[in-house]
């Protein structure tokens, strides 16, 4: 099930939104909390029994495990390591096998053609995600974070511990969370949860939920999917050894971008909407990052919940390491960067590509945005950029910074698009270099006033956090400042003018759902 298939919008979500409620009122929140448990299971079970299985047996091993960290006290320190270690493995070896296993021969033997994409393999859905919520749980009741030991419990009755494992397994199949994201914390999930008047009906998180789910819906229909035939055409060509003219490539790789953006931060809205429909926040995934200033910028902005958690647990720890082995070594600058910044950066980039599947496409991805990362970090901590920077006006210094943003990340998330490298080598040919025939070359109006309009909707136009700050929709990592220019500067009511837009795009919507497409973050 996926949230644009009309049955999810229409029967499901009503039916378990009435449930939740009634059910919350009649008993208690917690009693809500399991009604939500197997609707998630009901959302999910349609992607296979098996999958299923598999997710059920690695919450009850996480459980487990977690429940003996926040119980085992000091004396049993030792013990307690081996746990979040074998906890671990069982996490990341199961994603691991069922993601990767299937590649590794493809990836060893360029020879034999392109890796198999990820639509091609059983790779049990939302592993990705998944996997990651059950890891840093782990971390986190390893650490006893107080959220998380009030979440679950100490108690040792039977009545208790079911209880406590109930409240687990909700988490974690939360359907919004579930199958592309955000990556949550159960810090963050435990306080909306927790607050005394859980599953009591509010109205406005009923209208903001609402008002999130059908903006994220049209992102999605309206326009991603309107883009898909645009950039479909142009990675046919290439796929099959063909040239494409340079009109017709740059129309596609700007095409691709745009339906991968909005096709992203429409499923983000509607994840957070989703959530919010039932009173619980979940953080922001997703915030206007083509209007980034740069490398740096960018992972600030898109898929947050991605970057917050692998630095979490890669590069943090590998920093620090490179860190103080640089002093005890004494060794000099250039080396200290080396084994502290770069190498721990290069290492980040490679698991965020590989996070995406195991393609070369995707390590070049990952080799790109490491390099362009440790530059951008060198020359903005240089005192020519320091000197330089000062002199120059903020809205200037935005504006620099997006245009030369731009162009390398179009070319780069081709790599996303393109099922092996030579057929991203022949995409750049057709972007760079002259057409052998002229001829057949068109200006093709309709495509290019919707990629137009795309890219003034993404630069000039509030982004739905910004729209709805007054209500504050979900839960921020971090701030990112706001480049809408004053005049376009809205913020969202529950008032009849902004009902009658939602009901525009409603109609939008319903018009331009032809059939029923993924979001493309389900096939990584």
């Given at each position: 099930?996926?949230?644009?298939?009309?049955?999810?919008?229409?029967?499901?979500?009503?039916v378990v939104l009435a449930g939740f409620y009634w059910v919350s009122t009649r008993f208690d929140g917690h009693a809500g909390l399991v009604l939500l448990l197997l609707a998630s299971i009901v959302f999910?079970?349609?992607?296979?029994?098996?999958?299923?299985?598999?997710?059920?047996?690695?919450?009850?091993?996480?459980?487990?495990?977690?429940?003996f960290l926040i119980k085992a006290g000091d004396a049993h320190r030792q013990g307690r390591w081996a746990a979040l270690v074998a906890g671990q493995i069982w996490n990341f070896g199961a994603l691991l096998?069922?993601?990767?296993?299937?590649?590794?021969?493809?990836?060893?033997?360029?020879?034999?053609?392109?890796?198999?994409?990820?639509?091609?393999?059983?790779?049990?859905?939302?592993?990705?995600?998944?996997?990651?919520?059950?890891?840093?749980?782990?971390?986190?009741?390893?650490?006893?974070?107080?959220?998380?030991?009030?979440?679950?419990?100490?108690?040792?009755?039977?009545?208790?511990?079911?209880?406590?494992?109930?409240?687990?397994?909700?988490?974690?199949?939360?359907?919004?969370?579930?199958?592309?994201?955000?990556?949550?914390?159960?810090?963050?999930?435990?306080?909306?949860?927790?607050?005394?008047?859980?599953?009591?009906?509010?109205?406005?998180?009923?209208?903001?939920?609402?008002?999130?789910?059908?903006?994220?819906?049209?992102?999605?229909?309206?326009?991603?999917?309107?883009?898909?035939?645009?950039?479909?055409?142009?990675?046919?060509?290439?796929?099959?050894?063909?040239?494409?003219?340079?009109?017709?490539?740059?129309?596609?790789?700007?095409?691709?971008?745009?339906?991968?953006?909005?096709?992203?931060?429409?499923?983000?809205?509607?994840?957070?909407?989703?959530?919010?429909?039932?009173?619980?926040?979940?953080?922001?995934?997703?915030?206007?990052?083509?209007?980034?200033?740069?490398?740096?910028?960018?992972?600030?902005?898109?898929?947050?919940?991605?970057?917050?958690?692998?630095?979490?647990?890669?590069?943090?720890?590998?920093?620090?390491?490179?860190?103080?082995?640089?002093?005890?070594?004494?060794?000099?600058?250039?080396?200290?960067?080396?084994?502290?910044?770069?190498?721990?950066?290069?290492?980040?980039?490679?698991?965020?590509?590989?996070?995406?599947?195991?393609?070369?496409?995707?390590?070049?991805?990952?080799?790109?945005?490491?390099?362009?990362?440790?530059?951008?970090?060198?020359?903005?901590?240089?005192?020519?950029?320091?000197?330089?920077?000062?002199?120059?006006?903020?809205?200037?210094?935005t504006a620099y910074g997006q245009a030369i943003t731009l162009v390398p990340l179009v070319l780069t998330f081709a790599l996303f698009a393109s099922p092996s490298l030579s057929s991203y080598g022949l995409?750049?040919?057709?972007?760079?270099?002259?057409?052998?025939?002229?001829?057949?070359?068109?200006?093709?109006?309709?495509?290019?006033?919707?990629?137009?309009?795309?890219?003034?909707?993404?630069?000039?136009?509030?982004?739905?956090?910004?729209?709805?700050?007054?209500?504050?929709?979900?839960?921020?990592?971090?701030?990112?400042?706001?480049?809408?220019?004053?005049?376009?500067?809205?913020?969202?009511?529950?008032?009849?003018?902004?009902?009658?837009?939602?009901?525009?795009?409603?109609?939008?919507?319903?018009?331009?759902?032809?059939?029923?497409?993924?979001?493309?973050?389900?096939?990584?």
């Amino acid at each position: 099930m996926v949230f644009v298939d009309p049955f999810f919008l229409i029967v499901f979500l009503p039916v378990v939104l009435a449930g939740f409620y009634w059910v919350s009122t009649r008993f208690d929140g917690h009693a809500g909390l399991v009604l939500l448990l197997l609707a998630s299971i009901v959302f999910y079970v349609k992607f296979g029994a098996a999958f299923l299985a598999l997710l059920l047996a690695g919450i009850g091993v996480n459980f487990l495990v977690g429940a003996f960290l926040i119980k085992a006290g000091d004396a049993h320190r030792q013990g307690r390591w081996a746990a979040l270690v074998a906890g671990q493995i069982w996490n990341f070896g199961a994603l691991l096998y069922f993601k990767y296993w299937l590649h590794l021969g493809a990836l060893l033997s360029p020879s034999s053609g392109a890796a198999p994409g990820a639509a091609d393999l059983a790779i049990p859905v939302g592993i990705s995600f998944y996997t990651f919520h059950q890891a840093v749980f782990l971390m986190d009741a390893y650490a006893r974070k107080p959220e998380v030991v009030q979440y679950i419990g100490t108690a040792s009755d039977r009545v208790s511990r079911v209880r406590a494992a109930l409240r687990y397994a909700a988490f974690i199949c939360f359907f919004p969370q579930l199958v592309i994201g955000p990556i949550v914390y159960l810090s963050e999930f435990a306080p909306s949860v927790d607050r005394k008047g859980f599953g009591r009906f509010r109205r406005s998180d009923l209208e903001v939920g609402l008002t999130l789910v059908l903006i994220g819906l049209a992102k999605k229909v309206v326009i991603a999917d309107r883009l898909a035939p645009v950039s479909e055409k142009l990675f046919a060509m290439t796929s099959a050894g063909a040239a494409a003219d340079p009109v017709t490539a740059w129309m596609g790789v700007l095409a691709y971008f745009l339906q991968l953006y909005f096709d992203f931060s429409g499923y983000s809205d509607m994840a957070v909407g989703l959530a919010r429909m039932f009173g619980i926040r979940l953080p922001i995934n997703f915030d206007s990052p083509l209007r980034a200033t740069g490398i740096i910028d960018f992972y600030k902005r898109w898929h947050i919940t991605l970057t917050r958690v692998i630095v979490r647990f890669l590069f943090t720890p590998l920093a620090l390491w490179g860190t103080r082995r640089a002093f005890e070594w004494r060794l000099g600058r250039t080396s200290q960067k080396l084994i502290s910044s770069w190498l721990p950066l290069l290492i980040n980039f490679q698991v965020i590509a590989l996070w995406h599947g195991a393609l070369a496409t995707f390590l070049v991805f990952g080799l790109v945005h490491g390099l362009w990362y440790i530059l951008e970090t060198e020359v903005r901590a240089s005192r020519w950029w320091r000197t330089w920077s000062k002199t120059q006006p903020g809205d200037r210094l935005t504006a620099y910074g997006q245009a030369i943003t731009l162009v390398p990340l179009v070319l780069t998330f081709a790599l996303f698009a393109s099922p092996s490298l030579s057929s991203y080598g022949l995409l750049l040919e057709s972007l760079f270099l002259p057409p052998t025939d002229t001829s057949a070359m068109t200006f093709q109006v309709r495509e290019w006033a919707l990629i137009a309009a795309g890219f003034a909707i993404v630069w000039l136009m509030p982004n739905s956090t910004e729209l709805l700050a007054r209500y504050r929709p979900g839960l921020l990592s971090w701030p990112n400042p706001s480049t809408t220019p004053a005049v376009l500067v809205l913020r969202w009511r529950p008032d009849l003018a902004w009902a009658a837009f939602m009901l525009l795009l409603i109609t939008a919507a319903i018009y331009s759902q032809s059939q029923k497409s993924p979001f493309l973050y389900q096939g990584f």
